[in-house]
């Protein structure tokens, strides 16, 4: 293989639509997506789809949505198109016949005609004599005579590989440097399954092959598939990619990561609302450093800094706590606008917006939805943040307990006796200044200041201990309670409403 500067870098990514897109899966995408990137090379996008049983378009849509979202953009494969299709294994079909066939003419494989009865029996038989698990070479050493009268019979017939014996397959990984293999472990494998469908380490030859892949950026738990690649590469007489076996993701207990770990596919953490750059940034880092003690970079710049033989060999510990910092750092740093069009399908999971916002609608929520996004590790938890907005209850605040015993204090009554008064007669409260002003006129009426003087306001016109700052929630709840009938935001209750309806339960059970 020439070096990836005398050579265009093609590299590909190939999910089997069997399901989500795990995270781990998602960050082999992103690998060979900063390598192509760097290089300004090409990222091909192939669908392996040829599990009859288990794959679906509705999957194959979804990874594509999610590759999308993370910005992971492919420059040829499916929806893209390109001169070396078709891009889906199931429309390949009969390219790997063909070359199965050509290697079966050529003495390089063979028509076995073991049942998985018989496979199933020889498994176990190796299991109770300590043998490796592979094909015994059964059909192997049949007659062609004899393999013609099955084939006219009309037996079903897969075909295999026929391993050279005693030879060491080496290959150099970008990664792990020289590994060797041994033929003696590997066993004849099946190329192409009796019904026709090609196996994995075969079709995956042939694509790549044909594709013109000049580097295979993958898991390490594909290292032991790769002596079968070789073997196929040289039958054919074809020159192998570079390899390069990345670490893979584990769960915080070293084991790989899987759904008893919680959340581990993109769609989910999309869902809970982490931002695409965040995830990205994250899944570059682990097992992967940018160097010069940077970790917050656009993909642009990772791509810029991305090298494969600086990936780590350990295993990657997936943290869900490093990924909510990185989080926090985009949310900061994202437009208003974006985080308030981000989290109105959270608001809307409480039915307190329509599935239609007026212009108005939308500039009253960037007013302070950027300021709660600060605050969160993700977007799903904006709504908690906001119940003492959409959803204020004086009936929910007198069940806790705290509050409870706060206004039996004497301050605390008196404060929220002279903060009725001061709204009802000033008016709405649109700004911070004028908050403050009533804050300022409340601690001069009753002497209290600090958390004496605002915690009772707070538990007033939040019915909440504790929450946003009070000179941005006062004006929400005021221009809340402006917005117009026709508004797609559910009823507001302002400042006023509030504190004389606190006031008046607060006396009832006095």
Known sequence: MTSVEATSVRVRF??????????????????????????????VLRIEDTDRDRSTKESELAILEDLRWLGLTWTEGVEVGGDKGPYRQSERLDLYRDYAKKLVDQKLAYYCFCSEAVLETNRRA?????????????????????????????????????????KEVSFCDAVRGTVHFDTAVIGDPVLMRSEG???????????DALMEITHVIRGEDHISNTPRQLLLYKAFGWTPPIFSHASLVMGADH????????????????????MPEALTNYLALIGWSPGEDKELLPLDDLAQRFQLDATRRSAG??????????????????????????AVIYLRSKDWLSSELTSSDFSFLECFIPSVASSVDR????????????????ERAMQDQDIRREIEEP???????????????RGRLLDRDAFREVSASIRKRTGNKGRALFHPIRIALTGETSGMEL??????MEQGAELPVESGICRISGACERAESFLAMMKSLS
């Open 471 to 476: 000179d941005v929630a006062v004006p929400a």
């Open 317 to 342: 510990v997936f943290d869900i706590e490093k990924l909510a910092w990185v989080n926090r750092h985009y949310l900061k740093e994202a437009e208003p606008s974006l985080i308030t069009r981000s």
């Open 126 to 166: 190796a299991l109770q004599a300590g043998r490796p698990l592979m094909y015994p070479g059964t059909c192997r050493q049949l007659q062609s005579q004899d393999v013609q009268a099955r084939l006219d019979a009309g037996a079903p017939a897969a075909i295999r590989f026929r391993v050279p014996a005693h």
């Open 14 to 43: 190939a999910p089997s639509p069997t399901g989500n897109l795990h995270v781990g899966n998602a960050r082999t995408a992103l690998f060979n997506w900063l390598w192509a990137k760097r290089h300004g090379g090409t990222l």
């Open 379 to 394: 977007l799903e938890q904006i709504p908690d943040r906001l119940t003492f907005l959409f959803d204020y209850s004086v």
């Open 197 to 207: 469908v090609p196996a994995y380490n075969f079709a995956v030859v042939i694509d």
């Open 255 to 274: 084991s790989p990561l899987s759904k008893r770990h919680g959340t581990v596919s993109v769609a989910a953490f999309r869902a809970q609302g982490y």
């Open 411 to 425: 301050a605390t009554r008196q404060v929220i006796d002279v903060l009725v008064d001061e709204l009802c007669k």
